[in-house]
């Protein structure tokens, strides 16, 4: 299977761009990764850096998609920002959200911290998704709103977990393998984008998209005519697993 990949980030109206992301691929493994620097604890921009650049540095020298590699993953990335608080005292309360999904051969594995998100689709149609560390998302679990409510949620932006918030960072569990298939789609993005696409609309411009590059432009369109002036940094890193012969199946 070869894997096709667009990347788009955008300050939206912020004056900096606090997100960033990034991703790698070689031999049948590849990592991508989207951060979201949270802006009002200041140097955003260098928490969502450091985490990405960690996780991507990481895998070049060792790769596996089992718990405990993911974990290590994930507490390095926390104790690179943590050592960088440590280092230069006028970063101490900077954090930043991350998502990552990495790929070995024909299986998927992901993880988040925040509520950056990933969504994975098969047959054109949302298979899974991420879950986010907020008191929205508690508000879901609870049965108190619906998961599309959480766009709209009072509580939205109350975050429980995220990178550089403290070194005994965990995550309770893990999401499963998943096997990937010619035709499948992966979407990994920050709440500055997903906030104003829908996952239905998702599905509708996967199916009219024969690039991970058309994919995103047309969310990024949709996203575009309904920010009001003030919107958040927006990033999306897409992905499409299509047959050896280069061309997307269509769906």
């Known amino acids: 299977m070869d894997i096709h990949i667009y990347s788009h980030t955008n300050k939206g109206a912020g004056p900096i761009n606090e997100d960033f992301c990034g991703y790698w691929q070689e031999d049948g493994k590849g990592v991508f990764v989207v951060a979201d620097g949270l802006g009002g604890h200041g140097h955003g921009d260098t928490a969502s850096q450091l985490a990405v650049r960690c996780i991507l540095n990481a895998v070049k020298n060792d790769f596996s998609i089992e718990d405990s590699y993911l974990l290590t993953l994930i507490s390095g990335a926390n104790q690179e920002l943590i050592d960088h608080q440590r280092a230069y005292p006028e970063t101490q309360s900077m954090r930043t959200t991350i998502a990552a999904g990495l790929i070995l051969e024909d299986t998927f594995r992901y993880f988040n911290v925040g509520d950056s998100r990933i969504y994975y689709f098969k047959s054109g149609r949302l298979y899974t998704q991420s879950k986010d560390h907020s008191v929205s998302q508690m508000a879901v679990d609870l049965g108190e709103i619906t998961p599309d409510e959480i766009r ?98 269509r769906v």
């Open 152 to 249: 709209f949620h009072d509580d939205r932006a109350k975050l429980l977990k995220v990178l550089g918030d403290t070194e005994s960072l965990s995550l309770v569990k893990l999401a499963p393998r998943i096997k990937m298939e010619a035709g499948d789609a992966i979407l990994l993005c920050s709440d500055g984008f997903w906030e104003y696409v829908f996952e239905t609309e998702m599905e509708l411009d996967l199916a009219k998209s024969d690039t991970p590059e058309e994919w995103c432009g047309f969310m990024c369109r949709r996203l575009l005519r309904r920010v009001t002036g003030n919107n958040d940094n927006f990033t999306a890193v897409a992905i499409q697993i299509c047959n050896p012969s280069n061309q997307v199946r």
